[in-house]
């Protein structure tokens, strides 16, 4: 069981260029999940997630493709609901969480696809590897929070890797070596006015 995220899909500013039109989003923790899924030995596929996460999102709704987005993680929040599990996939085998506590992706390029659909290209570092990594997004909802009173937008988000790309070779063919990437996204802004959809 070794799995490996990219995040996984999004968020948080640095080296980009913010557009004028663009509002920051910060993720809201409680109804944000990073989570991977690979299969073990063609018997089932084994789900993860990351719990300590920062980011936020440039959201251009004007022009979406001006957005920028990137996230951190902590390799050390990974979570496979058990204990023995979680301190072998934190070990030099696989994330090794000592020598590489973070892995981070910033996007660098956004695709439309559809009205409220794009693909994200970005770069995913892990266990001091990049590589570009492409996550089909989906926009499910954006405007006014019915208890916050504030702009709020959440995603959906996809994509797939492989760990061997990043130096994880362990446990493979046994454990495999594409892995899933499942992404969802709420986000609060900082701007009190309404979003237009």
Do not use: C
């Not at 509002?23 to 300590?52: A, R």
């Not at 797939?160 to 446990?171: A, V």
Request: without cysteine.
């Amino acid at each position: 069981m070794r799995f490996i995220p990219a995040l996984l899909g999004f968020v948080l500013v640095a080296g980009f260029a913010v557009p004028a039109s663009a509002e920051k989003f910060i993720l809201d923790k409680p109804h944000t999940q990073i989570i991977f899924k690979v299969n073990h030995m063609g018997f089932s596929h084994s789900y993860g997630k990351f719990t300590d996460y920062k980011g936020e999102i440039n959201f251009d709704e004007t022009d979406p493709t001006k957005s920028n987005t990137e996230v951190t993680i902590q390799t050390a929040s990974l979570d496979l609901d058990d204990d023995k599990w979680n301190e072998h996939m934190k070990s030099k085998d696989f994330f090794n969480v000592e020598q590489f506590p973070t892995m981070t992706f910033k996007s660098t390029g956004i695709e439309k696809t559809g009205d409220k659909t794009a693909n994200i290209t970005g770069d995913l570092t892990l266990l001091g590897v990049t590589k570009p990594v492409t996550l089909a997004v989906q926009q499910n909802n954006m405007g006014k929070h019915p208890m916050k009173g504030i702009n709020a937008t959440g995603f959906s988000a996809s994509g797939k890797i492989k760990r061997s790309d990043f130096g994880m070779t362990n446990g493979i063919p046994m454990v495999g070596d594409e892995v899933d990437i499942i992404i969802e996204v709420e986000a609060y802004g900082e701007d009190k006015s309404v979003g237009n959809n």
